[in-house]
């Protein structure tokens, strides 16, 4: 089992930044490529962005040049840094990693931009 625990969501005004954060535990014994996915009221959850166990990065092409992710492994963290943030951010946020057959979420963190 693995238990994902997303923090640092909240209100923040239109291109204001918020950082993140995403701990993984449990049966971790290596990092492991990890995501971030958003939902907005009334839309399909969709990607933010992946990052591998070795750093390579990909975003959504919405997302590029706005948001960053990292990692740090000795600490099992991934982060995503949004900067320029938009009413259309407006989501909860959520942390996904997949082990061998088994698809893990985090609860979720809401980032509101109000229009």
């Known amino acids: 089992q693995v238990q994902l625990v997303e923090s640092g969501g909240g209100l923040v005004p239109p291109g204001g930044s918020l950082r993140l954060s995403c701990v993984a535990s449990?049966?971790?014994?290596?990092?492991?490529?990890m995501g971030w996915y958003r939902e907005a009221p009334g839309k399909q959850r969709e990607l933010v962005a992946t990052?591998?166990?070795?750093?390579?990065?990909n975003y959504a092409d919405s997302m590029k040049g706005r948001f960053t992710i990292s990692r740090d492994n000795a600490n099992n963290t991934v982060y995503l840094q949004m900067n320029s943030l938009r009413p259309e951010d407006t989501a909860v946020y959520y942390c996904r990693t997949i082990l061998g057959a088994n698809d893990y979420w985090g609860q979720g963190t809401q980032v509101t931009v109000p229009s």
């Open positions: 990052i591998t166990s070795g750093g390579t990065t």
């Open positions: 449990g049966s971790i014994s290596s990092p492991n490529a």
